[in-house]
């Protein structure tokens, strides 16, 4: 008796960190110019999930409720009298972002963009409002 192949699933293989990088990539260019030039030299880093350290630091009970964090010092708070900081790092969390979009259906472009950009008006100093309308000028 012929071997039946199984069924596909019905689920394909979970984007990697390289595809989340790349989707993050194309979101960052579709930001107005105006933002990309003044994004300068911020990193965006993915990873699977953020410590627990870092989590706890921000008062939430697990990782897995963080899609994203900007570290740095938000453009509004600069000196020039300032000492060296360290580099602008945007962090996006594959396996958060992968259940949020499992959750609610969102195209996983426009989520991973919505998180990068959220993220990215902390490094601007722009409060909630101001995100929200970036975000709505880059779609």
């Not at 579709?30 to 870092?54: I, K, M, N, Q």
């Not at 630091?57 to 600069?78: C, K, M, N, V």
């Not at 396996?95 to 989520?111: C, F, K, M, N, Q």
Request: charged fraction near 30%; hydrophobic fraction near 40%.
């Amino acid at each position: 008796m012929p071997m039946t192949p199984p069924r596909p699933s019905r689920f394909g293989t979970p984007p990697s960190l390289d595809d989340i990088e790349r989707i993050a990539r194309r979101a960052l260019q579709s930001l107005p110019t105006r933002f990309r030039r003044a994004v300068g030299d911020v990193a965006v880093r993915v990873e699977d999930l953020a410590d627990d350290g870092v989590a706890a630091d921000l008062g939430l009970e697990s990782a897995w409720d963080l899609t994203g964090l900007y570290h740095g010092t938000p453009l509004t708070e600069r000196s020039v009298s300032a000492p060296p900081r360290t580099p602008d790092l945007v962090f996006l969390y594959r396996l958060p972002i992968l259940s949020e979009w499992v959750e609610t259906g969102e195209d996983l472009e426009r989520l991973v963009a919505s998180v990068l950009i959220h993220e990215i008006g902390h490094h601007f100093g722009f409060s909630d409002a101001d995100i929200e309308a970036l975000e709505r000028e880059a779609e």
